[in-house]
């Protein structure tokens, strides 16, 4: 049993796809489907339910998966533990991104801290599912730190810093009825066709709970789960109107934000275990992206 084949059971267990696992761990499918058979016959179990449309862990793999994620943690902490003695921080940080930033210059960070540790390797993940799902891979360890929008819950386990807030407008195109408004209410947009994400999004929930609190139910025809430039593209030809935090409607000049009568905040957390249970890098990392949010 090698390390590589714990990492890719570990990639396909997160994901619940072998596509996606794939991505994720820069192998072509085929290679990533032979190394879990593999792992499994060395095992002498079945670590995945194949049998349904979507593949999940057996009880088996359920069990293996917390042993795996404690083996690789192990062997991490044993190469930070000696990075002192190299002369230049190494390691692997783990960190779970957004599809949008905000006010904040995330690249800007990441950037400055690859300059300043450049053998340290920043591995970025982008759940498919929204970044709630980043909280559980916090508490179990196969994730250093994260961003994450919205959160539904603050587990006692995790340290969470509030980044920023940012307003969410109403960004519709200049010809449409509602552009010479200088505010609007969530009712006045009961029959708007939205471009927004999918369900599980940290945005998404928030304008769903927005019209849920008046009484009525938010209309989104169009699902994006990509950035706002994505959006902005869908709205500026036509299909609909769509909600942006305030910072990102004034990337697009083209199109006309409208503030809401009623204040929805976008709220965006930086989520780690506690400091000292991080490891060197993922320490620095964590530090880098607060002082950004200072100076943002």
């Given at each position: 049993m090698e390390f590589r084949q714990l990492e890719q059971f570990l990639a396909v267990a997160a994901e619940m796809s072998f596509t996606r696992a794939a991505e994720r761990a820069h192998v072509v499918q085929?290679?990533?489907?032979?190394?879990?058979?593999?792992?499994?016959?060395?095992?002498?179990?079945?670590?995945?339910?194949?049998?349904?449309?979507?593949?999940?862990?057996?009880?088996?793999?359920?069990?293996?998966?917390?042993?795996?994620?404690?083996?690789?943690?192990?062997?991490?902490?044993?190469?930070?533990?000696?990075?002192?003695?190299?002369?230049?921080?190494?390691?692997?940080?783990?960190?779970?991104?957004?599809?949008?930033?905000?006010?904040?210059?995330?690249?800007?960070?990441?950037?400055?801290?690859?300059?300043?540790?450049?053998?340290?390797?920043?591995?970025?993940?982008?759940?498919?599912?929204?970044?709630?799902?980043?909280?559980?891979?916090?508490?179990?360890?196969?994730?250093?730190?994260?961003?994450?929008?919205?959160?539904?819950?603050?587990?006692?386990?995790?340290?969470?810093?509030?980044?920023?807030?940012?307003?969410?407008?109403?960004?519709?195109?200049?010809?449409?009825?509602?552009?010479g408004h200088r505010r609007v209410s969530v009712r006045d947009l009961v029959e708007e066709d939205l471009i927004g994400f999918p369900p599980g999004f940290g945005l998404r929930r928030l304008v769903d709970d927005a019209f849920h609190a008046d009484g009525v139910r938010a209309r989104t025809q169009y699902e994006v789960p990509a950035g706002f430039v994505a959006v902005a593209e869908l709205l500026a030809s036509g299909l609909g109107t769509a909600f942006m935090p305030q910072s990102e409607a004034a990337r697009f000049s083209t199109l006309r934000a409208i503030e809401l009568t009623a204040p929805v905040t976008w709220q965006v957390y930086l989520a780690s275990p506690p400091a000292d249970r991080l490891a060197p890098a993922a320490q620095l990392l964590r530090q880098a992206l607060l002082d950004a949010a200072r100076l943002a």
């Open positions: 085929s290679a990533l489907s032979t190394s879990v058979g593999k792992l499994e016959r060395e095992l002498g179990v079945a670590l995945f339910d194949r049998s349904r449309q979507q593949i999940r862990l057996t009880p088996a793999g359920e069990r293996f998966r917390g042993h795996a994620l404690t083996v690789l943690q192990a062997s991490r902490a044993a190469v930070d533990s000696v990075s002192e003695f190299r002369g230049s921080l190494t390691g692997t940080v783990e960190f779970g991104s957004l599809i949008s930033f905000g006010p904040l210059d995330v690249a800007g960070a990441l950037g400055d801290f690859h300059r300043a540790h450049p053998r340290v390797r920043l591995s970025l993940r982008l759940s498919q599912s929204g970044a709630s799902s980043y909280l559980s891979a916090l508490v179990e360890g196969s994730l250093d730190v994260a961003l994450v929008s919205v959160p539904e819950r603050f587990p006692a386990a995790l340290d969470m810093r509030l980044l920023f807030e940012d307003p969410l407008v109403f960004v519709c195109r200049e010809d449409h009825a509602l552009a």
